[in-house]
Every structure is written in C-alpha cells, then in structure tokens.
C-alpha cells in the first residue's frame, strides 16, 4: 500500500540540539499533519498544514508545507528529555477523507 | 470530554477466536477509521466510515469486518482471529471543516493472536 517516506527512521540526540525530519510523498497534498506518539497511547496532533509554502509554530516545534506539495518538514528547537518519542507525518489528497501515514521518527534523547 | 475512547486496552486471543474492538467518540464528528500499527510500518488503514451509515475498505481490510452502528460508534470485528492480525490497534475521528480535517485518536488496542 501507499505510504510516505519519512526520514531519518531514528535519531538520538543531546539535549539541547535541534532535530529535522522530513516526509515525501509521489501525490500531491493538500494537507499535512504531524503527530506525536508516546510509548503505549495514541498519536497526538502537533501541527497541521494547509497551504503550500505554510509555516507554522507550536512552541518548539515548525513545520512546513513544502511548495511542492509533495512533501513537508519538521524542525524541533532545543530538544528536551520529554520530545522522546515517534513522530508521524500524514497526507491527505483533494477530495479524499483518507490520509497516509509515515513510517515514523523515532527520536531518543541523550540528557 | 472523553475524545475517542477505545476498548479493551489489551487482549489476547487463540487463533480462530473472533472479538470485536468498540470505538466511540464524543466530539460529534461525522468521520471514523480504524488502523493497525505494526513495528516500522507506520499506521495502515483498515477501514473507514465517512458519515453514519456508510464504511469502506482502506489499505488492508482483509480478515476484519466493520460496523458503523451510530454516529458515536464504530467497531472492528475479527470473525477468526489470526497470528498475522497480532498488532496494535487504532480508532480515530475527524469532521471535515472547510478545507480542514484533522483525526483524533484513540489510546489503541494492543492486540496478540496466538
């Protein structure tokens, strides 16, 4: 089935550094969201994305709807202990109700 | 408010049992999904619900059977559990506003076929 690619897979950081992960996809999106998910619960929406060339904050945490439309970014600034976990991107295309799931980020922190 | 709430958290099950997964959510939402979500495989698509009364097959619906039994309420059934359908388990919702349609997800089911 159809999935995005999502890189890198893992990470381990220092506390303290900045992350970027990124999704692309071969269709065309019209929005973007990015998830979170802790070990034994549910992903968490972090951000969602509209437009192409959108960049929008959540504290920490930018994302960015690539001009494209193929694919989108996200950037985590000064990392902390509490941002370990996965991280998942999800598109969904015009006229769909569907979205399509990264593999994930796992990211580890290093205090 | 409870969001999507899912239950049982945990289950196992001999293969050829069958079960049925409950999902509901109370924030009125008029779209329900159900994934699985496999070690490096990211969220799969079993089945979805658009609106009340209707449901259609996602990426791997093969082996489960759902009901959209009411607005609120959307559950997954495994007719004769097997090994491979040993996973954890999704329920999200979603209604559409404008351009805008974001899932809420459920705490999941973690699922063991023996």
């Known amino acids: 089935g159809q999935q995005l690619n999502q890189s890198p897979q893992s990470m381990f950081i220092q506390e303290g550094e900045d992350v970027s992960m990124n999704c692309t996809s071969s269709s065309i999106f019209n929005t973007w969201l990015w998830y979170k998910q802790d070990p034994g619960e549910g992903p968490v929406l972090l951000i969602a994305?509209?437009?192409?060339?959108e960049l929008t904050s959540n504290g920490r945490l930018t994302a960015q709807f690539g001009i494209t439309r193929k694919d989108s970014f996200l950037n985590i600034s000064a990392s902390i202990p509490s941002d370990v976990g996965i991280y998942f991107c999800?598109?969904?295309?015009?006229?769909?109700?569907?979205?399509?799931f990264g593999t994930g980020t796992r990211l580890k922190v290093l205090a | 408010n409870a969001g999507v709430t899912q239950t049982p958290k945990f289950q196992v099950l001999k293969t050829g049992q069958s079960m049925t997964l409950q999902c509901a959510q109370d924030?009125?939402?008029?779209?329900m999904y159900w994934y699985r979500q496999d070690p490096g495989m990211g969220l799969r698509l079993i089945y979805y619900?658009?609106?009340?009364?209707?449901?259609d097959k996602g990426e791997v619906p093969n082996g489960y059977n759902v009901s959209r039994l009411n607005k609120r309420e959307f559950s997954l059934r495994l007719e004769s559990a097997a090994p491979s359908q040993t996973s954890v388990y999704f329920c999200?919702?979603?209604?559409?506003?404008?351009?805008?349609?974001?899932?809420?997800f459920g705490a999941g089911t973690r699922l063991s076929v023996l």
């Open positions: 999800a598109g969904q295309a015009s006229g769909t109700y569907k979205y399509i």
């Open positions: 619900s658009a609106s009340e009364g209707t449901t």
């Open positions: 924030m009125n939402h008029n779209s």
């Open positions: 999200a919702s979603s209604e559409r506003e404008g351009t805008k349609n974001i899932q809420y």
């Open positions: 994305l509209y437009k192409a060339g």
